[in-house]
């Protein structure tokens, strides 16, 4: 087959290079944003009268039955014609002729590319915000049942301070309700129209830019045609939008590992979402969590590989750039498979509340609440502080927790104690004392909460 392209050029590829230089093994998912925008390029042909209006709608026509038969695998791409565009045009001039070779007037498959690039983008970005907002709205329910599940709260991954799942469940609500907002700004600069910017500097024919624009549903047209065809910005920014992403499910999923382990038992992960062991009959391994953990790698890989690949191209377009999409591609797919494995996952998990209460008894978790309690009586923080820590050196000499100490040990650092002590140093009232906006404290999580509700239902997530 002769290529379309092939004016220039004597010889025919060979083989090989048909197939190191094609892209239709991938880019052919973006077969309908391609056939999407030839519409829209054709009719505006037409009613500019750059071409005559019969062979706008001819072209429209061929190219709306074109569509209907790929959806309906009756189409089988051919490697030769290299990419979707050169596939899709190859195929309308074959049925309809010279007409379908004047769909190419007025625009380069530079331009073309970044077309139907951005399409594909602003829909997947539509899809990914749905699964976060799916995700959002479980952590949401979850926190809801566990308002008063008493944990640790860790810092270096050692105990630190009482807290409640509620509350880690919704440090996570808020990181993800970022990686929603981000993929909103990334629409915005996806979300722009290069069509028409030609190979690199737009054409003399009379095109209506603002046309095509309007009837793909872009927000706004390229104002440098170099730019518009060079332009791989909205990939690279995507890409870091997905490892964010990706990063959340990742810290989120070693929690999960460590949580279901034999040390910790905080949680026991659905069969569902498990798997057992070739050789070891009692074994249940968090298979899911650990996936999701190893292909983040893999998306900060992709992310890594493009911007690597764009730093030293000169303007404007460069076939490098073809190199834009099989790592895209496969972050978002990767994203889309993660997403609701841990959605599911997280959802159907046994929460074991009394080992977690447990836990938190541990560690002396509620040391700077003991400090706390002096400083309300009057005792400045740092003198707190190393009374504390002296009680702390007893209660580890004799196997004691701070609760356990007697007023007289109590009063032995400082007479300052009282019996209010205890009551201040329980755990459940370590936690809902901690009322300061961001705190883990019961009055304010169930505001929160309710508060994420109505953002849920129409606010911010809508």
């Given at each position: 087959?002769?290529?379309l392209?092939?004016?220039?050029?004597?010889?025919?590829a060979?083989?090989?290079t048909?197939?190191?230089?094609?892209?239709i093994?991938?880019?052919?998912?973006?077969?309908?944003?391609?056939i999407?925008?030839s519409?829209?390029?054709?009719r505006?042909l037409g009613k500019?009268?750059i071409i005559s209006q019969?062979?706008?709608e001819?072209?429209i026509?061929?190219?709306?039955?074109?569509?209907?038969?790929i959806?309906?695998?009756?189409?089988?791409?051919?490697?030769?014609?290299e990419d979707?565009?050169?596939?899709v045009?190859?195929?309308l001039?074959?049925?309809i002729?010279?007409?379908?070779?004047?769909?190419?007037?007025?625009?380069s498959r530079?331009?073309?590319?970044a077309?139907?690039?951005?399409?594909?983008?602003?829909n997947?970005?539509?899809?990914?915000?749905?699964?976060i907002?799916?995700l959002?709205?479980?952590l949401?329910s979850?926190?809801?049942?566990n308002?008063?599940?008493i944990m640790?709260?860790?810092?270096?991954?050692?105990?630190?301070?009482?807290?409640?799942?509620?509350?880690?469940?919704l440090?996570?609500?808020e990181?993800f309700?970022?990686?929603f907002?981000?993929?909103?700004d990334?629409?915005?600069?996806?979300?722009i129209?290069?069509?028409?910017?030609?190979?690199l500097?737009?054409?003399?024919?009379?095109?209506d830019?603002q046309?095509?624009?309007?009837?793909l549903?872009?927000?706004?047209?390229?104002?440098?045609?170099?730019d518009?065809?060079?332009d791989?910005?909205?990939v690279?920014e995507?890409?870091?939008c997905?490892?964010?992403?990706m990063?959340?499910?990742?810290?989120?999923?070693e929690?999960?590992?460590?949580?279901?382990?034999?040390?910790?038992?905080?949680i026991e992960?659905?069969?569902?979402?498990?798997?057992?062991?070739?050789?070891m009959?009692?074994?249940?391994?968090?298979d899911?969590a650990e996936?999701?953990r190893g292909k983040?790698?893999?998306?900060?890989g992709?992310l890594?590989?493009?911007?690597?690949t764009?730093?030293?191209?000169?303007?404007?377009?460069?076939?490098?750039m073809?190199?834009?999409?099989?790592?895209?591609f496969?972050?978002?797919?990767?994203?889309?498979?993660?997403?609701?494995v841990f959605?599911n996952?997280?959802?159907t998990?046994?929460?074991?509340k009394?080992?977690?209460l447990a836990s938190?008894?541990?560690?002396?978790?509620?040391?700077?609440?003991?400090?706390?309690?002096?400083v309300s009586?009057?005792?400045?923080?740092?003198?707190?502080?190393?009374?504390?820590?002296?009680l702390?050196?007893?209660c580890?000499?004799k196997?004691?927790?701070?609760?356990?100490?007697?007023l007289?040990?109590?009063k032995?650092e400082?007479p300052?104690?009282?019996?209010?002590?205890?009551?201040?140093?329980?755990?459940k009232?370590?936690?809902?004392?901690?009322?300061?906006?961001g705190?883990?404290?019961?009055?304010?999580i169930?505001?929160?909460i309710?508060?994420?509700?109505?953002?849920?239902?129409?606010g911010?997530f809508?």
């Open positions: 087959m002769k290529k392209s092939n004016g220039r050029l004597s010889a025919e060979d083989s090989f048909d197939h190191f230089h094609s892209s093994s991938f880019d052919s998912r973006m077969y309908k944003e391609d999407t925008g519409i829209a390029h054709a505006m500019q009268g019969e062979d706008s001819l072209i026509k061929t190219l709306k039955e074109i569509l209907g038969d959806e309906k695998g009756k189409v089988e791409f051919d490697i030769k014609a979707i565009h050169m596939n045009e190859t195929i001039t074959q049925r002729g010279d007409v379908g070779k004047r769909l190419h007037t007025g625009r530079n331009d073309q590319v077309l139907d690039i951005r399409m594909y983008l602003k997947q970005i539509g899809d990914i915000k749905g699964l907002l799916n959002l709205k479980t949401n979850m926190a809801k049942d308002s008063d599940t640790p709260g860790f810092t270096h991954l050692q105990n630190a301070q009482p807290v409640t799942l509620a509350h880690h469940l440090a996570y609500f990181m309700s970022r990686d907002d981000r993929l909103g990334c629409y915005k600069r996806t979300n129209m290069p069509l028409g910017s030609g190979a500097a737009a054409t003399t024919y009379n095109l830019r046309a095509v624009c309007d009837e549903g872009f927000g706004e047209i390229t104002k440098n045609s170099m518009g065809v060079s791989r910005d909205f690279c995507l890409l870091f997905l490892s964010l992403v990063m959340h499910l990742s810290r989120f999923c929690e999960l590992v460590l949580w279901s382990s034999q040390q910790f038992k905080f992960i659905s069969d569902a979402y498990a798997t057992g062991s070739s050789i009959p009692q074994k249940k391994n968090p899911m996936l999701i983040t790698g893999r998306v900060y992709e890594t590989a493009l911007l690597t764009l730093k030293g191209l000169p303007l404007a377009y460069n076939k490098d073809q190199e834009d999409k099989e790592g895209v496969d972050a978002i797919d990767t994203v889309k498979m993660c997403l609701p959605t996952m997280i959802a998990m046994k929460v074991n009394a080992n977690m938190a008894g541990l560690g002396f978790m509620n040391a700077t609440d003991a400090a706390d309690w002096l009586k009057g005792m400045p923080f740092r003198d707190a502080h190393t009374v504390i820590g002296r702390v050196m007893q580890i000499a196997n004691k927790r701070l609760e356990e100490l007697t007289d040990e109590f032995e400082s300052i104690f009282t019996e209010e002590i205890y009551k201040a140093i329980d755990l009232e370590c936690v809902n004392r901690r009322t300061v906006p705190g883990p404290s019961r009055a304010y169930d505001k929160l309710a508060d994420n509700d109505k953002l849920l239902k129409g911010r809508s």
